[in-house]
């Protein structure tokens, strides 16, 4: 099972673009990788998925090399409202294995 | 409203006192998994289940049960609480098939003290 490792904080202001790297060095062939967002006494919250190369939504950019070691989730143009916990997710989540580890997340503090 | 809800929401109780915590979701989903979340230790998988009858341990399964006989529904069972089970437990859903994106859906979490 892959475990995953991200750094515990980051402050930004406000308009800027934020990158969020997380480490996932024995990610499996099956293994997909998630993202999600936790604002304080709430559930987190999917903010996108990728298997390789890059996936772009509404919300967020995806990056992944091409060994998949590493993703970097990027916020393009953060506001206050962004400021919550991102959780990196890697795991089979589609197929057989429905065991999960989720890293320690990293906690976003954007400023105005 | 597509949801995972969770009951009861707060709950105090004293150690070895057998408690339920319920979680329900409404869109079909397959795989369902509960959540404890501590400071400093993000989310631990305790039980996951990939369907009806089919459940499996996650990382921290101990002092916990779950069953899930019907789709909608994944209790999770802690049959003599202690306090170091003092935590906020999350239920999530996620659908294994027909999808392009495999999204958990989580519960508003249910916040447990044992005393």
């Known amino acids: 099972l892959a475990k995953t490792t991200q750094p515990i904080s980051m402050d930004s202001y406000e308009g800027q673009e934020v990158n969020i790297t997380c480490s996932h060095n024995?990610?499996?062939?099956?293994?997909?990788i998630t993202w999600y967002q936790q604002f304080p006494s709430q559930g987190p919250r999917f903010i996108i998925q990728?298997?390789?190369t890059k996936v772009t939504n509404e919300v967020a950019s995806l990056f992944i090399p091409a060994d998949r070691k590493s993703s970097t989730l990027s916020l393009p143009r953060v506001s206050l409202s962004d400021t919550a916990v991102y959780y990196c997710?890697?795991?089979?989540?589609?197929?057989?294995?429905?065991?999960?580890?989720f890293g320690k997340g990293t906690k976003l503090s954007v400023k105005p | 409203e597509a949801q995972v809800t969770q009951n009861p929401r707060y709950l105090i109780t004293v150690t070895g006192k057998k408690l339920t915590v319920t979680c329900s979701q409404n869109m079909n989903h397959e795989y369902m998994s509960w959540y404890r979340q501590d400071p400093g230790l993000g989310l631990r998988q305790i039980y996951y289940?990939?369907?009806?009858?089919?459940?499996d341990k996650g990382d921290v399964p101990e002092g916990y049960k779950v069953s899930r006989k019907e789709k909608r529904n994944f209790p999770l069972i802690l049959e003599s609480p202690s306090p170091n089970q003092t935590s906020l437990y999350f239920c999530?859903?996620?659908?294994?098939?027909?999808?392009?994106?495999?999204?958990?859906?989580f519960g508003p979490g249910t916040r447990l003290t044992v005393t």
């Open positions: 999530a859903s996620s659908s294994l098939s027909g999808v392009e994106e495999y999204e958990q859906y």
């Open positions: 289940s990939m369907n009806v009858e089919v459940t």
């Open positions: 990728g298997y390789k």
């Open positions: 024995n990610i499996a062939t099956n293994d997909y």
């Open positions: 997710l890697v795991g089979d989540v589609g197929g057989s294995q429905g065991n999960l580890i």
